[in-house]
Nanobody, 124 residues
Framework: VQLVESGGGLVQSGESLRLSCAASGFLFEDYAICWYRQAPGKKREGLACFTEGDGQTYYSDSAKGRFTISSDKGKLTFDLGMNSLKPDDTAVYFC??????????????????WGKGTLVTVSS
């Protein structure tokens, strides 16, 4: 499994950004595909997951309403669209995948593979 993030950068508060994860080596329907982030001095935080196996989408409170996860099986990519960015959103953003377990939230069963991350900096 390989995961490579792209799309990070410096944006102004209130702007939008779209992160992309190029994926290979697994079938989307067998995995939960997720985005996490880690801000300086803070724990890694789950943001959004999508499980193709049952069509469910999961968002953390931090992401709900502003972030959108999407996937393109044909292109083997999955994206995180982020709107109304704030300085508190400054972090390294990671894509990750974990083996899909029907009936369970990905937040409960965790991730098996991670990308190296892409830095998002939101200036005030």
């Amino acid at each position: 499994v390989q995961l490579v993030e792209s799309g990070g950068g410096l944006v102004q508060s209130g702007e939008s950004l779209r992160l992309s994860c190029a994926a290979s080596g697994f079938l989307f329907e067998d995995y939960a595909i997720c985005w996490y982030r880690q801000a300086p001095g803070k724990k890694r935080e789950g943001l959004a997951c999508f499980t193709e196996g049952d069509g469910q989408t999961y968002y953390s409170d931090s992401a709900k309403g502003r972030f959108t996860i999407s996937s393109d099986k044909g292109k083997l990519t999955f994206d995180l669209g982020m709107n109304s960015l704030k300085p508190d959103d400054t972090a390294v953003y990671f894509c990750a995948v974990g083996g899909f377990i029907p009936g369970y939230s990905p937040w409960d069963y965790g991730m098996d593979h991670w990308g190296k991350g892409t830095l998002v900096t939101v200036s005030s």
